[in-house]
């Protein structure tokens, strides 16, 4: 499976973007990840294909909505009210492994290119 991860920009403080991430084939569970400069990697939403059963990093919780439309093998992160902590390397990641949603960067098999997405205050 290969991810294309697109949508990404520099855009203002309450600012919103809409990051993309198309699949080439069927996943069980996608999920959004972001690296900020200087910093690890870290969770940021994840959704399994079947149920929608999704799940938020506190950090975004309330601002972020990660979607996905079965049709076209895609998973979309709405980002809305951004701050300049937001700034970072947004990656897709999926997996085709059944089970639990799943927040740790080793559970994923399949990772996209990245994404740059900077906030401005």
């Known amino acids: 499976v290969q991810l294309q991860a697109s949508g990404g920009g520099l855009v203002r403080a309450e600012g919103s973007l809409r990051l993309s991430c198309a699949a080439s084939g069927s996943t069980f569970m996608m999920g959004w990840f972001r690296r900020p400069p200087g910093k690890d990697r870290e969770f940021v939403a994840a959704?399994?294909?079947?149920?929608?059963?999704?799940y938020y990093a506190d950090s975004v919780k309330g601002r972020f909505t990660i979607s996905r439309d079965n049709a076209k093998n895609t998973v979309y992160l709405q980002m809305n009210s951004l701050k300049p902590e937001d700034t970072a390397v947004y990656y897709c990641?999926?997996?085709?492994?059944?089970?639990?949603?799943?927040?740790?960067?080793?559970?994923?098999?399949?990772w996209g290119q990245g994404t740059q997405v900077t906030v401005s205050s």
């Open positions: 990641a999926a997996t085709k492994v059944a089970g639990r949603v799943r927040r740790y960067e080793y559970e994923y098999e399949y």
């Open positions: 959704i399994s294909w079947a149920g929608g059963t999704t």
